[in-house]
């Protein structure tokens, strides 16, 4: 791909807040250890493997941290083979890249230690809290892909095919493979320059979108068959650790549930209530658009996106399952009192 490619944000022709100083963090800095959020997805991962394979090829020292496996299904980007759970080999120097996270927090217990001196911070999500030494954060990119994408070619590293390949599987996975409202002109001249550079589109939707384990499709089934559709619009389902067990499928089947729940034609807001292996609930919402669930999700204690958010409940299931009615319910109440 050639390094004229307007990457700045959304089209416009400044460069984004923040860049300057993460760019002059990643040339002067000698070993970088790229840090996941949990439950890590195609955006978080694309992202760090691509910014990963870039910086070596500019002579730096890469990591690849996860307190995680990768899920099955992006077991095809390049790089996904070098992840580790530890941090040998870390230096003391080090700088961590946390990709794709609103807070710290979202990287799990293992990253907490790390102080913001030592952090950069590279989010599209709302409400980012600023908490690296150097962030940039552009709520209006589609993907955290796309902001590296911009700092690949800004350091000049020519984008190779796997580099492309990791940056397009990010964007897709962020915009539902452009299905999303977030795929707008720039993101998909983005894309378009990614397949240019040789990204392997179809590899990536066939992962993404086209391959299920038969157990997890059985989930889906009984989530679905056991769906309550609300008069007002909500439909939600509730996954527990028997059902999994049931089934033998994992969390990471889930994937597609929540999308599914809200594609119900009277449906505003969907929300998948998923029992984690600790006995917390985890909750997906996804807006039709009318409704902000990461202000849902904020109220939970967790974030996200205007149509797609999230957050993790310490409580029963019925405490959990009513905890998020009333969030989605006050959102609701919220949106028609804007709307006059
Ligand atoms: P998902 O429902 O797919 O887990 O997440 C949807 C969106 O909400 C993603 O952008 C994800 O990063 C964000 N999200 C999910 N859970 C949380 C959470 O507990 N805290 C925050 N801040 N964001 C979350
Ligand atoms: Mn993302």
Known sequence: ?????????????????????????????????????????????????????ALKRIGKDVVYFLDDDVPANLRF?????????TFDGVADDAIFVFLDMSDQWRAGKALNWVPPERIINIDHHLGNHRFGRWNLVVESEAATGSLVLGLIVALGVPITSDIATCLLAAIISDT??????NADPHTIRLAASLMEAGAQKDRINEQLYQTR???????????????????????YSVVSRAMLEEFGATYEDLEDVVG????????????????????????????????????AAKKLGG?????AAG??????????????????????????????
């Not at 089209?11 to 790229?34: I, N």
């Not at 029963?316 to 009192?337: H, K, P, W």
């Open 176 to 181: 539902g493979c452009f299905m999303y409202s």
């Open 303 to 307: 974030g996200g996106h205007f149509r």
């Open 77 to 85: 980007l390049p790089e996904s083979q070098l992840t580790q759970r």
């Open 1 to 53: 791909m050639n390094n004229e490619i307007n990457t700045k944000s959304n089209g416009s022709s400044a460069e984004p807040p923040g860049a300057k100083g993460v760019l002059e963090c990643l040339r002067s800095s000698r070993q970088f250890v790229m840090c996941a959020h949990e439950k890590p997805d195609g955006d978080v991962l694309g992202s760090g493997f691509a910014l990963g394979m």
């Open 213 to 235: 384990t038969f157990s997890g499709q059985k989930v889906l089934g009984r989530a679905l068959d056991t769906a309550t559709l609300t008069d007002d619009g909500i439909c």
């Open 311 to 340: 957050a993790t409940i310490n409580a029963t299931q019925d405490q959990a399952l009513s905890a998020v009615l009333t969030a989605i319910r006050a959102e609701m109440a919220e949106g028609a009192r804007a709307a006059g």
């Open 260 to 295: 599914a729940l809200r594609a119900v034609d009277r449906c505003e807001v969907s929300a998948l209530l998923k029992e984690a292996p600790d006995g917390t609930f985890r909750v997906s919402m996804r807006s039709r658009g009318r409704i902000n669930v990461m202000a």
